[in-house]
């Protein structure tokens, strides 16, 4: 058993302790489970696209609103308009206007909080035991495992997950090329 993360838990994730909650992830084929709009709807980065109700948290990749690739062009595209009660942004580094890049896109929030791509490897190790090998792209791991472990740490009372795979592709991008970048660090983190 682990000790937990050095540091507390952002403030955005404090009202999944004893929900029920559905996480949400972008893999292809996903299907949302029964109820879940009855449920603390979670998703990360782009995976409220298709839901019927705004998402209650989204975890999200501030480095997305770079459009450097043609994951975050599509991201970017089917947030347009799009609306989640709460945001983790999971800081990329130098950038510092993403929040108002997101705006402009035409996605909105209520409230956000932030936590570095360090403190969110040191959550991650001080809750499963696992080091990722850096910060980005297949070093790390990816935001929707992160937002799956919040939950857990947040005290939710029940975790329903969709929308997760260690293939190529994303459910909103039709081309299938797409990378999967963190497969073989989810799955380590996840076996916890």
């Known amino acids: 058993m682990t000790s937990g993360p050095a540091f507390g838990l952002p403030g955005v994730v404090g009202f999944l302790a004893g929900a029920h909650c559905t996480v949400f992830g972008s893999a292809p ?24 109700r705004p998402a209650d948290l989204t975890v999200l990749g501030a480095g997305v609103c770079r459009a450097s690739d043609k994951t975050s062009r599509h991201t970017l595209k089917n947030m347009n ?30 409230s956000h909080d932030v936590m570095t791509a360090e403190q969110r490897a040191e959550f991650i190790f001080g809750l499963t035991g696992y080091a ?10 990816s935001n ?16 329903d997950a969709c929308g997760f795979s260690f293939s190529p592709g994303h459910f909103y991008i039709a081309d ?6 963190h497969a073989d660090h989810d799955a380590h983190a996840l076996s916890w």
């Open 176 to 181: 299938e090329t797409t990378p999967r970048n």
């Open 29 to 52: 084929g996903r299907v949302p489970p029964a109820g879940y709009e009855k449920t603390a709807i979670v998703c990360a980065n782009g995976a409220g696209y298709g839901l019927s």
């Open 132 to 141: 990722s090998t850096g910060l980005t792209g297949p070093h790390a791991h």
């Open 81 to 110: 308009g799009r609306r989640s009660e709460r945001v983790l942004f999971i800081h990329p580094g130098t950038l510092s206007d993403y929040a108002e890049r997101f705006s402009d896109f035409g996605f909105s929030w209520a």
């Open 144 to 159: 929707g495992v992160l937002a799956l472990l919040l939950a857990a740490a947040a005290g939710a009372r029940r975790i």
